[in-house]
């Protein structure tokens, strides 16, 4: 098990910048891809980005490229997702997630452990 705590969500206008967190238990942190994903109402959950194990590779979905930047800091156990120019359009649940190496990054089915999320209320 691999529990893991999300923080940073909140009611932002758009334009402006959120920073999430998550926060994972135990001493095994740095053996897991992390990944980022977001589910609006009515929608399906969808990839948003993803960061290897060592934090030097990262995959981010199209929408969301040049906007959010995932980094991973493994002393402190935490993943982070930066969110700049914010629309309303990003709004919705962000959960993150860990994932052993040998799955795909942008399948929810690849994942393993969940968090519980964090919701993001972008305002026009």
């Known amino acids: 098990q691999v529990p893991l705590v999300e923080t940073g969500g909140g009611l932002v206008e758009a334009g402006g910048s959120l920073r999430l967190s998550c926060a994972a238990s135990?001493?095994?942190?740095?053996?897991?891809?992390m990944g980022w994903f977001r589910q609006a109402p009515g929608k399906e959950r969808e990839f948003v980005a993803a960061?290897?194990?060592?934090?030097?590779?990262?995959y981010n979905e199209d929408s969301v490229k040049g906007r959010f930047t995932i980094s991973r800091d493994n002393a402190k156990n935490t993943v982070y997702l930066q969110m700049n120019s914010l629309k309303p359009e990003d709004t919705a649940v962000y959960v993150c997630?860990?994932?052993?190496?040998?799955?795909?990054?942008?399948?929810?089915?690849?994942?393993?452990?969940w968090g519980q999320g964090t919701q993001v209320t972008v305002s026009s």
């Open positions: 135990g001493h095994t942190f740095s053996s897991y891809t």
């Open positions: 997630a860990a994932k052993l190496p040998t799955t795909s990054i942008y399948s929810p089915s690849g994942y393993n452990y």
């Open positions: 960061v290897s194990r060592s934090g030097i590779g990262t």
